[in-house]
Antibody, heavy 118, light 112 residues
């Protein structure tokens, strides 16, 4: 049974960066796409981007292209999502989710709350 | 990008009664491979979303039979035949035919 375990909550200052991790256990990692989804407080779901660890290829939503970097470490079965130049509007819950193909986002991480505040 | 529009924004349902949620895409989700890349998720309060329906009408493992999906091209519907208390939450549709992946705005289902 695949599980995705994310790193803990973060409180950051405006202008700083945050890096959230998502560790997979119990199943294949490299061949599955890992996406990152953002949810601002009380708002809906927003896809940020994804990575295919096997190919080390990442795709991004245009909105996040300039400030978000998604990477993966195949040796530790861990995906990372870094947001730079943080602003208050980045305060949100960040989820990673697995996409094995036919059933996208069938497994989700528990979420990581990032709060940006001076 | 493909815009996904869900209606209604919210729904208050008596237990045992049916419920229906609509999702309209700004572009056809039918791919040349014959598959339609439309999915439904439920996000219960305080939890990450969970997959309910994949490729329009296929129930994911463990999803009760009271959930069903239908539609084609740009118009889709999620139906709950008899709403139960555990069905409370926000329902989202999502498309994966084109990047960026996009979600509908969500439909909040409450129990009367």
């Amino acid at each position: 049974q695949v599980q995705l375990v994310q790193s803990g909550a973060e409180v950051k200052k405006p202008g700083s960066s945050v890096k959230v991790s998502c560790k997979a256990s119990g199943g294949t990692f490299s061949s599955n796409t890992i996406s990152w989804v953002r949810q601002a407080p009380g708002q809906g779901l927003e896809w940020m981007g994804r990575i295919i660890p096997f190919l080390d290829v990442a795709n991004y939503a245009q909105k996040f292209q300039d400030r978000v970097t998604i990477t993966a470490d195949k040796s530790t079965f861990t995906a990372y999502m870094e947001v730079s130049s943080l602003r208050s509007e980045d305060t949100a819950m960040y989820y990673c989710a697995r996409d094995p193909g036919a059933t996208p986002f069938d497994v989700w991480g528990q979420g990581t709350m990032v709060t940006v505040s001076s | 990008e493909i815009v996904m529009t869900q209606t209604p924004l919210s729904l208050s349902v008596t237990p045992g009664q049916p419920a229906s949620i609509s999702c309209k895409a700004s572009y056809s989700l039918l791919h040349g491979d014959g598959k339609t890349y439309l999915y439904w998720y439920l996000q219960r309060p305080g939890q990450p979303p969970q997959l309910l329906i994949y490729e329009v009408s296929n129930r994911f493992s463990g999803v009760p039979e009271r959930f069903s999906g239908s539609g084609s091209g740009t118009d889709f519907t999620l139906r709950i035949s008899r709403v139960e208390a555990e069905d409370v939450g926000v329902y989202y549709c999502m498309q994966t035919i084109q990047l960026p992946l996009t979600f509908g705005g969500g439909t909040k289902v409450e129990i009367k």
